[in-house]
């Protein structure tokens, strides 16, 4: 399996990353959605901290963690761009 990487730069901080094909492709069809980024992540957490069939309760916790330190911020500028705007 190859192994893409990618440089990342966020805010002034930069991080380094290894994304694989799947990976990859999974970026390019929410690219091509034009699906906004916290829709996303909410979504997918949404449907992971409902999925008690397939994914284990504690990992389910790991991952719904791990998606709301990134939701948070987002969430944040939103809210701030629709002060500016509204």
Same mark, same amino acid.
């Given at each position: 399996?190859?192994?893409?990487? *990618?440089? +990342?730069?966020?805010?002034? !901080?930069?991080?380094?990353? =290894? +994304?694989? $094909? @799947?990976? /990859?492709?999974?970026?390019?069809?929410?690219? /091509? *959605?034009?699906? $906004?980024? !916290?829709?996303? &992540?909410?979504? +997918?957490?949404?449907?992971? &901290?409902?999925?008690?069939?397939?994914?284990?309760?504690?990992?389910?916790?790991?991952?719904?963690?791990? &998606? =709301?330190?990134?939701?948070?911020? !987002?969430?944040?500028?939103?809210? =701030?761009? @629709?002060? +500016?705007?509204?």
């Amino acid at each position: 399996m190859s192994v893409y990487e *990618a440089k +990342i730069d966020l805010k002034g !901080l930069r991080y380094d990353m =290894e +994304i694989t $094909p @799947q990976e /990859e492709n999974m970026i390019k069809a929410l690219r /091509e *959605a034009a699906l $906004p980024p !916290l829709f996303v &992540l909410i979504r +997918i957490r949404s449907d992971i &901290l409902n999925d008690t069939v397939n994914v284990d309760e504690s990992r389910r916790n790991d991952v719904v963690q791990t &998606l =709301e330190k990134y939701i948070g911020p !987002l969430w944040e500028d939103h809210r =701030e761009g @629709q002060k +500016i705007t509204g």
